[in-house]
């Protein structure tokens, strides 16, 4: 029998896109104890806006969340629905920011569970499901320690290579979060989180963004606003994530993942920039300007006249 609970996803007026300002760029140095990625004030990402980017992205929901059929089951669906008991998709009509640096998270795998939930980006709605391969369910060889999940409206571009990560090209799937609170969450709760770090893994050639966060309501949330203050405040965390994911098909008998960046966590600056590009790939994969292939695009977005563009100028 389905079941339905009822969660809250925003509480703020919704943007498709990043608030409109500039994000500080620029050459890579080597700052704090832990030995992260950070870079200094030389250049701005500055977001031109000529006519707004349009979609109907979810305006102060109570977003209802339906199982249908049984838990690590082949059947086994998560659904998202709106106040009127419509299906929405949880990647595209749940906004990405609620503005002043806060961000909706979608959890997929709640922390200290090892079934791998993912969005289907192939499926109507984009229902979160167990992950399959040669039609058997997949998990993980252990429990993953930390709720992990993704931002709604942003996808990495395939065909896109970043030439800061060895030239990979994305991977096809929304970005990636990492959730280091204390609690554990629930598969489709929608967390208000801040951004601190981002590990640029590489999965078989494919580029893999993990950005690290912290929801807002977790009690450490107001110590931990950038990469070094993890490092004091969750000291060990940062490596434990990137040991994690490196290490988590071995034994399977696969190769370990690598990382970019110097296998080292970029600072919260890279993060954002990271989520602003990611953002821009999204609109132009929902507004058809490159080949969606399989990827279910959602049955709310309407008409797109123009999308942001981006631009960077020395300052």
């Known amino acids: 029998m389905a079941a339905t609970r009822v969660i809250t996803a925003a509480s703020a007026t919704t943007s498709c896109f990043l608030a409109k300002r500039a994000f500080v760029l620029a050459a890579k140095r080597s700052c704090g104890g832990g030995g992260a990625l950070c870079f200094n004030n030389r250049r701005a990402l500055v977001l031109k806006s000529k006519r707004p980017f349009s979609c109907s992205a979810i305006y102060n929901p109570q977003v209802k969340v339906k199982e249908e059929g049984q838990p690590e089951s082949l059947d086994y669906r998560v659904f998202f629905l709106d106040g009127s008991g419509k299906k929405v998709s949880p990647w595209h009509d749940i906004p990405l920011t609620l503005g002043d640096g806060v961000y909706n998270f979608i959890v997929e795998i709640p922390k200290e569970s090892k079934a791998k939930m993912e969005v289907a980006t192939d499926e109507d709605f984009t229902p979160i499901k167990q992950?399959?391969?040669k039609g058997k369910?997949?998990?993980?060889?252990?429990n993953i320690n930390w709720n992990y999940g993704l931002l709604p409206q942003t996808w990495e571009d395939p065909s896109q290579a970043n030439a800061e990560v060895e030239g990979a090209f994305g991977d096809n799937d929304p970005v990636d979060v990492v959730e280091i609170g204390e609690t554990q969450r629930k598969i489709g709760e929608v967390l208000k989180i801040k951004p601190l770090a981002a590990l640029a893994m590489i999965d078989e050639g494919e580029l893999d963004w993990k950005i690290v966060a912290i929801s807002l309501d977790d009690p450490k949330a107001h110590l931990v606003n950038d990469v070094d203050d993890v490092e004091?405040?969750?000291p060990g965390t940062l490596t434990a994530i990137r040991d994690w994911f490196r290490d988590y098909k071995?034994?399977?008998?696969?190769?370990?993942?690598?990382f970019g960046l110097g296998d080292k966590p970029a600072n919260k600056e890279y993060a954002l920039k990271i989520i602003h590009e990611t953002n821009e790939s999204w609109a132009k994969l929902v507004k058809r300007s490159v080949d969606p292939g399989d990827l279910s695009l959602s049955?709310?977005?309407i008409a797109i006249s123009n999308s942001f563009l981006f631009s960077f100028k020395e300052i």
């Open 131 to 133: 992950d399959t391969k």
């Open 137 to 142: 369910l997949r998990y993980y060889p252990y």
């Open 232 to 234: 004091k405040h969750f």
């Open 250 to 258: 071995i034994p399977d008998g696969k190769p370990a993942n690598r």
């Open 299 to 301: 049955k709310q977005l």
